[in-house]
Every structure is written in C-alpha cells, then in structure tokens.
C-alpha cells in the first residue's frame, strides 16, 4: 500500500518539477535548468505547491485515468465508456497547464453519447505527443499480476489510442517503436537475456544526456514521443539505482519534456523504494496530493482482492 502511495506521490512531484510551470519544459538547455536549481537551495530548497509548482496535464490525466479504474464496472467496455467521458469532461480544466496538443485534440474527437463507438477516435498517421504514456502507469498498478497479462495489454493500448491514435499503437506501425527500443537496448548491453547491467558512457553528465535524449527523440526534443518519454525514465532508473536527487538530474532536469519523463520516472521510483529519501518539501503541498494517495489505497484494493475487471 505504502509503495501505491509513494508511486501515485511522486508520479505528481516528478511531473511538477519538470514541468515548474511550464518554464523548464520550454528550456532547451539542462545544464540551464540544473543552474537554475542550485540557485533555488536544489532540491531541498524548493516547496512544492500548487501556486509556484503545479502539476501539469499529465498528472491530471493520470488522476482521471486511475478513477476509472477504480470505479464501480463490470467489463472492459464499460471501463472505455468511463474513461471516455471522464476524457471529456476533463479537457476543458487542463487548458491552463499548456496541455500536450496531442492530448486535447484525442478528447475532442472522442464521443461520449456514442455507446458502441464512442473511444474509436481516427487514426492519425502523422500524430505524436506523450500524454497515452503519462496517463498509463496506473494501468500497470491496475494489472500488475502476470495472470492479468492481457488486460494489462489491452487496456494500456485502448487507453492509449482514445487520445493519442497515432502509429506507436500500432501493429503495422510497430517496427519503429520496436526498433527504437531494441537499438536502446543495445546501446546499454542489455539487449540478450543473461545482460543484466547496463553500461553508460563514462561522461554522462547534462550537457551529454541532453544530447542522447535528443538523438533518442524522432523529433529533437527529449520525451517528445510515446517510445522516448518513458525511454528516459527508465534509463534514469537504470542508471542512479535508488538516489532520488540522481533520479531528478536525470528525468526531470533536461532540455526536453521533463514533465512527462519525470512523471513516469518518479512514478516507477516510488513503486521500487518509497519515499524514505525524498525530501519532505517536495510533497507535503504538493497539489492533488490527497487525491492521488486516496486513488493509490483504491488501486492497490483492486489489483489485490480479486476483482475481475
């Protein structure tokens, strides 16, 4: 329970201080950004609050996506139906937190009064954005269990696509998500089974990961995709193990979508260690705190207890 907690947290703080209010995401330069930081007192220094420091589109996203999840349904149709107009009803609150693009022109195209078709939005062959992959780790707490395999896939796909139907969610598609994926891999020495530890470069500092996540990126900008958003946040993990300060040089700390790598990286971290060494500053005022740990003791009941949907 605690580690659902600690997961839906710092799933918000993460989003918060790489967003800070949409100017570090719009900062091409991380060695700026972590300037920027030390002059704050660094990570220590800063209060998190919705005032200064609120959450952006992707942390409100995640929130609505988990209510659905835990709401009162009896199959995976009924939980699209939710998902759809809770969708709807939220694009119109989001406009003031410079919402992924992507992410408000999916709601607009979904049709809630629709009760057969109403989350088939069209396919968009051109389509980018990483909102399908911010809203998603909730999914994962959802279905965690290896029985649960399927809805895990299905959902996460379905989820994904009512906003974001563009050619990562697809099979025809899928060779360059894959193959993006595989060359990362490969590029930590992780690829075959039995390679267990990556390997970095022995310069990784800002101005290098800066330069990687933008060669990671289809479009220059780091986390700019659905394949490179959580490619970062998993190669933070990768690489500064359980040091929380490291995570955020990493993930959240970058001339790219620092919001959204952020979000799903201090996400994953709480899930793996708590919140034992995050600064308390970071989430006691941190906005929508109250909600996302009710949303977490929900998901953690319903992945536990046996409920089917």
């Not at 996203?61 to 009803?89: F, N």
């Not at 598609?173 to 990556?198: C, D, H, M, V």
């Not at 899930?271 to 906005?287: C, H, I, Q, S, T």
Request: hydrophobic fraction near 35%; charged fraction near 25%.
């Amino acid at each position: 329970m605690e580690l659902y907690k600690a997961a839906m947290v710092l799933g918000g703080v993460g989003d918060a201080l790489g967003y800070r209010n949409s100017r570090w995401e719009r900062c091409p330069s991380g060695v700026a950004i972590l300037s920027e930081l030390k002059a704050l007192g660094g990570l220590e220094g800063i209060t998190v609050s919705a005032d200064e420091w609120p959450v952006s589109d992707n942390t409100v996203m995640h929130i609505v996506t988990a209510e659905t999840l835990v709401s009162d349904i009896w199959s995976l149709t009924d939980l699209y139906r939710e998902m759809v107009k809770a969708y709807v009803e939220i694009v119109e609150q989001i406009h003031k937190r410079q919402p992924d693009p992507a992410t408000i022109e999916g709601c607009s195209q979904l049709k809630p009064d629709n009760y057969l078709l109403g989350w088939h939005t069209p396919f968009n062959k051109k389509g980018s954005g990483f909102g399908a992959a911010t809203k998603a780790m909730c999914v994962g707490m959802r279905y965690w269990q290896p029985e649960k395999l399927d809805n895990l896939v299905e959902v996460s796909i379905e989820c994904g696509r009512m906003t974001h139907n563009h050619p990562t969610e697809y099979q025809e598609s899928w060779f360059y998500f894959e193959t993006k994926w595989q060359s990362y891999l490969e590029e930590r020495g992780i690829a075959q089974e039995g390679q267990n530890t990556p390997k970095f470069p022995k310069i990784y500092n800002a101005e290098e990961r800066d330069q990687v996540y933008r060669e990671w990126s289809s479009e220059g900008v780091g986390g700019r995709r659905g394949h490179d958003a959580p490619m970062i946040a998993y190669d933070a993990l990768l690489s500064v193990d359980n040091n929380w300060t490291e995570l955020c040089n990493h993930a959240m700390f970058h001339g790219g979508l620092g919001g959204a790598t952020g979000s799903i990286a201090g996400c994953l971290y709480g899930l793996l260690f708590g919140m034992a060494d995050v600064p308390k500053g970071l989430y006691l005022n941190l906005e929508f705190r109250e909600k996302l740990e009710e949303l977490a003791a929900k998901l953690h009941k319903a992945a536990n207890e046996g409920e089917a949907v």
